[in-house]
């Protein structure tokens, strides 16, 4: 009889683990590998993703089990113990299961589900699927009963089930593998900003119209021929009479297979432009992307709400949002952020937020700013004069040089250094 007792609480031990495991593997298994594994006709794969989907049904079975098993042990070993020890055995009885499930049924076969997650989620999903099956009902009845008592309280379980979105669930996801090591920074940088295009607006990378290279098209032919051959750039918007009358966008190709066909004689250039396509300035890179594939052109003009000419984005520029700065043959290189011993930061007044929090991991908001320089003129609510100083979201910004009404460049001291 004794022995029977000690098999019999031997085997709930070990139940109580595979509950413990298994629910520990279901709930930390990969959705997207699963979900490839699906793909691929695994038809383990496809039954973890449905008993997943529901997945307060699944946790409800599991934890029904797995208390069962476990209050059975408890009992078995404390009428063991009494038989053998008395009215002492209830105490020992307390000590020795609570060590055996805490080590064998909990702490052991959780951190190996943790470490196997996918595997073992795939080998128990057959056991799992009949348990849950035949524990239903029991666990239905369990949900009405703690849905109907959270209500009295005043929570609705309904109402937070799609608190967290599938965007903001991507986040965390790569905040947490950069965080333990296991994904770069540039990876993490690239994945995040392809969410971020549905949120940040063409005012946020676009070429502002203070740093555009524009053509007038009433200049003489010789002029605007050294112009173009003379620029780094491949499209320029035209201009006449008046800088906000844009005529249209010369691509240099254009022009020199014109020069190359017409000789020294001259030809009408604003023929030779394409016709501007004008985007307001709130339109979200996603919809600027798509626009620019629908279209098949490269390059748009920024206007306000007014119609005032903003500045230019092209193709490349989103390209770049997303993978990083690419630099070709022709390209300028730009003087821009020049860290110094003390661990402060010489930046120009240019420089966006987006870049600066995703070089250095600040976290400065951009909500209200494209560029530094706007950060410091939306906080000081002035435009400072320079040698002024301020702090602001803890980073102290110095004001090292302004031209007119623009802030050339600044230093800034993140919080570490403050």
Not at 272 to 280: D, H, I, M, Q, R
């Amino acid at each position: 009889m004794l022995i029977a007792s000690l098999a019999a609480i031997l085997v709930l031990i070990i139940l109580s683990g595979f509950f413990s495991g298994s629910e520990t593997a279901l709930t930390a298994a990969s959705r997207a590998r699963l979900h490839h594994l699906e793909q691929d006709c695994n038809a383990r794969a496809g039954l973890v993703n449905r008993l997943i989907e529901k997945r307060e049904r699944l946790i409800g079975a599991i934890l029904l089990g797995n208390n069962a098993v476990n209050i059975f042990a408890s009992a078995l070993a404390t009428s063991f113990l009494i038989r053998v020890f008395g009215e002492a055995g209830i105490a020992y009885a307390t000590v020795a299961m609570t060590l055996l499930v805490l080590v064998f049924a909990e702490v052991m076969p959780k951190t190996y589900a943790l470490r196997n997650a996918d595997r073992l989620a795939l080998a128990v999903a057959p056991v799992m699927r009949v348990i849950v099956f035949l524990l239903a009902p029991i666990t239905s009845a369990v949900r009405v009963v703690v849905r109907f008592t959270l209500r009295l309280f005043g929570v609705d379980i309904a109402a937070g089930e799609s608190m967290i979105s599938p965007q903001e669930e991507l986040r965390g996801t790569l905040d947490l593998h950069a965080r333990e090591g296991t994904m770069v920074k540039h990876d993490r940088d690239m994945l995040g900003s392809i969410l971020d295009l549905a949120d940040v607006g063409v005012s946020e990378i676009m070429v502002h119209r203070s740093k555009l290279e524009m053509i007038d098209a009433d200049d003489p032919h010789a002029d605007i021929m050294d112009q173009v051959l003379n620029s780094p750039h491949t499209r320029f918007p035209l201009w006449r009479r008046d800088p906000d009358n844009i005529i249209g966008v010369l691509h240099a190709k254009d022009l020199l297979r014109a020069a190359l066909l017409r000789g020294d004689s001259e030809f009408d250039i604003p023929g030779l432009a394409s016709k501007p396509w004008f985007v307001p300035e709130t339109r979200t890179l996603r919809s600027q992307l798509e626009a620019f594939r629908r279209r098949r052109v490269h390059v748009a003009l920024v206007v306000d709400e007014y119609g005032t000419l903003m500045g230019m984005v092209t193709l490349e520029d989103i390209l770049e949002e997303i993978v990083g700065e690419i630099d070709d043959e022709h390209d300028l290189k730009v003087s821009g952020v020049k860290p110094a011993p003390d661990g402060s930061y010489t930046v120009p007044g240019s420089a966006t937020i987006r870049d600066l929090n995703r070089e250095f991991e600040w976290g400065l908001p951009d909500e209200e700013a494209t560029t530094i320089a706007g950060l410091v003129i939306h906080e000081a609510q002035q435009i400072p004069d320079a040698g002024q100083s301020f702090v602001f979201h803890e980073f102290r910004f110095e004001i090292l040089s302004r031209r007119r009404n623009q802030i050339v460049s600044l230093r800034v001291v993140p919080p570490t250094r403050l």
